[in-house]
């Protein structure tokens, strides 16, 4: 069974800096893209930033400079650096991942999403 576990949420102040972290575990043969995504309260979950299994990286307008996604194939993990946070970036982040994961049926591929951490940003 694979899960995805988020952790390195919390309060924080406007202009502070947060770092998220996603740890994959299970029965994992290999990770293709991993990406972080968000929902605020009442607005629908949008897409924060991705990245290949490459290393290729993509970005919301509204976090393009302020945020760095990057990951550590080995321990199959991700994480997004956030820094200027904006009382607007308030919400709950979410990871997910495009992987191949086995069982004693052979490999199949899902998609998995984590449970979620808070972030919120006020003074």
């Known amino acids: 069974q694979v899960q995805l576990l988020e952790s390195g949420g919390g309060l924080v102040q406007p202009g502070g800096s947060l770092r998220l972290s996603c740890a994959a575990s299970g029965s994992i043969a290999s990770i293709n893209a991993m990406g972080w995504y968000r929902q605020a309260p009442g607005k629908q979950r949008e897409l924060v930033a991705t990245?290949?299994?490459?290393?290729?990286?993509d970005y919301a307008d509204s976090v393009k400079g302020r945020s760095t996604i990057s990951r550590d194939n080995a321990k199959n993990m991700a994480f997004l650096q956030m820094n200027s946070l904006k009382p607007e970036d308030t919400a709950v982040y979410y990871c997910n991942a495009d992987l191949i994961y086995y069982d004693r049926a052979g490999y199949h591929a899902n998609n998995y999403w984590g449970q979620g951490t808070q972030v919120t940003v006020s003074s």
């Open positions: 990245i290949t299994g490459g290393g290729s990286t």
